[in-house]
């Protein structure tokens, strides 16, 4: 049995949703996906999330919501830890730099 992903820093997801309500529903849907998978590489990600960006720095940006929201990880694929590095509004993500963050 593959062990399941862990993910790190959920409190910032919450944050970010009691301050835009309509992203709590997709935010806890993706959560529930995520912590249930098992991702060894991108193709595994890719498989479900279509939409997703690759960054270097085994960075992952996920379009949230409709594409209304932008979510940021990164993967430590070989021991299944995911940390949450940015969730933002669109406007907000196009103020940051994805592979630094």
């Known amino acids: 049995m593959r062990e399941k992903n862990r993910i790190i820093k959920v409190a910032t997801l919450k944050e970010f949703w009691q301050k835009h309500p309509t992203a709590k529903a997709p935010l806890e849907s993706w959560y529930a996906e995520a912590k249930k998978e098992s991702w060894k590489t991108t193709s595994d990600i890719k ?10 720095g085994d960075r992952v940006v996920f379009n949230i919501g409709g594409n209304h929201f932008r979510l940021i990880v990164k993967i430590e694929y070989r021991i299944q830890l995911i940390f949450i590095r940015f969730v933002g509004t669109h406007s907000e993500y196009d103020k940051i730099n994805a592979e630094t963050i």
């Open 47 to 56: 498989l479900k999330y279509r939409t997703a960006d690759f960054l270097k």
